[in-house]
């Protein structure tokens, strides 16, 4: 179940019996990688406690909807946007039919109104409970919204009766809560991502650089991995771990980029550049390292580095090529010129001058400019907002290639 590494699960726990069985899913999916916060109900308080689940998943266990020590209270926002999957196991038929009206009436119902998080339910309740029309009509519903059921199972119950409405296995909810991040939309395909800022040195000890942590390359690598792709990570210096399932090649500079970006470019289908590389290099590295003089102003000289991206967009046989443009002004205005400049087939645009996305925050909002239309995608997590870059991507792809 590498699929759940450093993913981040909420687990929503209403009132039945078979949250006992929740205490073993939490154990499980972070034992495959998962990071997990939790989520109560009054009811599920009642039968297993907070203070068990923290223990289990390193984290405080969320009861309340307005949450005094939550960042402006608002805890339910924060978790809607923590989240890359909400399961709430189990869900229990009073749950169903209050989360299948749009009600909001607690932490749980509410964040999953707020959330863009894929949302999973693994329903737990009697066997006529579950076979009731109204029960039926609500689990309906919610898979008319979206909404994925696991389960329930069949068999015996902790009342006594037999038949459906068993909450499933903690190893089979975990298992399928892992299948849900593989997507298929780019099976077979094989994707190039750059990632994080380059470095050009001046001397043995200093470099010129830029704030780039190579998060949002990152995380749209993991998101092409889970659509099914074969991924070659292109990574400048950063400080991230490399993702499971794909090639990480680490470099230092434009040109070493440039370099691992056309190995075996003829074998790409999707081009994704991700990185911020730095537009110029020194002429000459010091081979020593530069002292302080008494000049008071030290020259330096720079030449251009080679363009990633238009270099690759302009190959004969070029794979769909998409670019990123960090800009601080006129962010669209300077996306459709470079789209136009270097033949793309799409740019993502954002705004670095805001402090609270961009360059080294774990969230960003951009807008997705083609040749057919602007699509602007709002402030959410970078691993979030990944999966749906990788989804306009894949769709963008099919819709040129046919395939």
């Keep these: 179940m590498q699929r759940l590494t450093n993913r981040q699960i909420l687990l929503g726990i209403t009132g039945g019996i078979a949250a006992y069985k929740s205490a073993e899913l939490t154990r499980q999916l972070r034992a495959a990688g998962a990071e997990v916060r939790i989520v109560m109900t009054p009811a599920a308080t009642e039968f297993i406690t907070p203070l068990t689940l923290q223990a289990l998943s390193?984290?405080?266990?969320?009861?309340?909807?307005?949450?005094a020590e939550a960042e402006a209270g608002m805890g339910h926002i924060e978790l809607a946007k923590w989240a890359d999957l909400v399961l709430i196991a189990p869900a229990s038929a009073d749950f169903m039919a209050r989360l299948a009206n749009g009600q909001g009436n607690d932490l749980l119902t509410t964040l999953c109104l707020a959330t863009e998080a894929p949302i999973c339910l693994a329903p737990a309740m009697n066997q006529a409970m579950w076979r009731d029309s109204a029960t039926q009509l609500n689990a309906a519903k919610l898979t008319e919204r979206g909404v994925k059921l696991f389960g329930p199972g069949v068999g015996e119950?902790?009342?006594?009766?037999?038949?459906p409405g068993r909450m499933l296995e903690p190893v089979e909810l975990a298992q399928l809560t892992a299948e849900q991040f593989d997507t298929g939309l780019l099976t077979g395909k094989t994707v190039y991502i750059t990632a994080g800022p380059t470095r050009e040195p001046l001397d043995p000890v200093r470099y010129i650089s830029n704030h780039s942590s190579g998060k949002m390359g990152y995380a749209l690598a993991e998101s092409a991995v889970d659509a099914g792709a074969r991924v070659k990570l292109i990574s400048g210096p950063v400080n991230l771990a490399a993702p499971a399932r794909l090639q990480r090649v680490m470099v230092q500079t434009a040109e070493e980029m440039l370099a691992a970006s056309l190995d075996g470019l003829d074998d790409c289908d999707i081009f994704i550049a991700s990185a911020a590389v730095a537009d110029y290099r020194p002429t000459a590295v010091a081979e020593q390292k530069i002292k302080k003089g008494a000049e008071e102003i030290m020259e330096l000289h720079l030449v251009k580095n080679p363009d990633i991206v238009a270099t690759v967009a302009n190959q004969a046989d070029k794979p769909f090529t998409v670019g990123f443009a960090a800009e601080t002004r006129d962010v669209i205005e300077y996306a459709r010129s470079k789209l136009d400049r270097k033949n793309l087939d799409m740019i993502v645009a954002n705004d670095v001058s805001r402090s609270e996305i961009g360059?080294?925050?774990?969230?960003n909002a951009v807008t997705v400019v083609s040749r057919q239309a602007e699509i602007e995608l709002p402030q959410t997590s970078k691993r979030q907002l990944a999966g749906q870059l990788i989804r306009l991507i894949a769709e963008q792809y099919r819709q040129r290639s046919g395939r």
């Design 359 to 363: 360059f080294n925050s774990d969230e």
């Design 58 to 67: 390193g984290n405080p266990v969320h009861l309340h909807l307005l949450d």
């Design 157 to 163: 119950q902790a009342c006594g009766d037999n038949g």
